[in-house]
């Protein structure tokens, strides 16, 4: 079974620009999962679809958006990119349900640059 | 909110030592899975325990869970340089059915030949 996949693998945008990162998960996963890693911060949530549906948010502001197709596969979208956006983007796919272990599987990443 | 504290932040231990790992909390663990993370690639899940007290091993790594799930730690024996990585910790934070991973800082593992 092929893993989490996301596209672009790496990008570098200026200051301003908005940036559009893809994420295919694990064939029968339902639900996606978007994270951002940096040096200072680590790994922190930044929300969660389920059939096609937002379900839980971080605490990020809202130039942070996503969205997620009826075929599972999900976008993050980041308007207005400021520097400190510079960071790598991790999605995660799951199968969603009322499991108790909740367990995640990561793609590689997004590494975005700001400039 | 709860927080999930590693140690140590960093280690950096010949090829054949042993070493272990700690996760921390103030406040009872749902759930803890442990991931292992290689530079420019994401997270890769090594193991979830869920019963105070378990143990589980994976080759020369062996998870344990606190009886009071407030705490985990991960031991690896006679290390390898393949073992080199960011370690990290994360509950899973459920919330009716959905859930999200609240991660720890990671411990930087570096083994050298």
């Known amino acids: 079974k092929a893993g989490v996949t996301q596209t672009p693998r790496y990008l570098i945008k200026t200051r301003g620009q908005q940036v559009t990162l893809s994420c295919s998960p694990i064939?029968?996963?339902?639900?996606v999962s978007w994270y951002q890693q940096t040096p200072g911060q680590g790994l922190q949530f930044l929300f969660e679809?389920?059939?096609?549906?937002?379900?839980n948010k971080g605490n990020f502001p809202g130039r942070f958006s996503g969205r997620q197709f009826s075929n599972s596969r999900s976008e993050m979208n980041v308007s207005t990119l400021e520097l400190g956006d510079s960071a790598l983007y991790l999605c995660?796919?799951?199968?969603?349900?009322?499991?108790?272990?909740?367990?995640?599987?990561f793609g590689p990443g997004t590494r975005l640059t700001v400039t | 909110t709860q927080l999930l504290e590693q140690s140590p932040q960093f280690l950096s231990i010949q090829e054949g030592e042993n070493l272990t790992v700690y996760c921390n909390s103030s406040?009872?663990?749902?759930?803890l899975q442990w991931y292992r993370q290689e530079p420019g690639e994401g997270p890769v899940l090594l193991v979830t325990?869920?019963?105070?007290?378990e143990v589980k091993k994976l080759k020369r790594l062996t998870f344990q869970f606190g009886d009071a799930r407030k705490d985990s730690s991960l031991h690896i024996t006679a290390a390898q340089p393949g073992d080199t990585g960011l370690y990290l910790c994360?509950?899973?934070?459920?919330?009716?059915?959905?859930?999200?991973?609240?991660f720890g800082q990671g411990t930087t593992l570096q083994v050298k030949p």
């Open positions: 995660a796919s799951s199968l969603g349900g009322p499991t108790s272990s909740y367990e995640q599987y």
């Open positions: 994360a509950e899973s934070r459920r919330a009716g059915n959905t859930g999200k991973l609240i």
């Open positions: 679809y389920f059939s096609e549906t937002q379900r």
């Open positions: 064939s029968g996963h339902r639900s």
């Open positions: 406040s009872v663990f749902s759930s």
């Open positions: 325990v869920v019963t105070g007290g």
